[in-house]
């Protein structure tokens, strides 16, 4: 393994992990068919909380932190509730 640059056992540990993070990856792909049903559903309004109100509501055994990393995946949901300060900066202004 010193073309690869790692340890033998790392490799290997991949390797036969394999088929666990294929089924993780294939079981976050589903949930976020559901996720995005939900939030469109609700016209953009539900975050995370509410979502993950709604999937346990449903019988889906789901963290608030997965909900959270599957929406970031997912791209953005909808509009911003809160402007960005675009004021430019001065020597009057603190930061």
């Known amino acids: 393994m010193h073309i690869l640059g790692i340890a033998r056992t790392s490799f290997y540990y991949w390797r036969k992990t394999a088929a666990v993070r294929a089924a993780r990856q294939a079981a976050d792909s589903k949930l976020a068919d559901r996720i ?20 346990r509501e449903t019988g889906e055994a789901v963290n608030h932190k997965r909900v959270a990393r599957i929406m970031q995946t997912i791209g953005p949901a909808g509009p911003r509730l809160r402007r960005a300060n675009t004021a430019p900066l001065s020597p009057t202004r603190p930061r």
């Open 36 to 55: 995005r049903t939900l939030h469109q559903a609700s016209d953009g309004n539900y975050g995370v909380p509410r979502i993950t109100a709604e999937l």
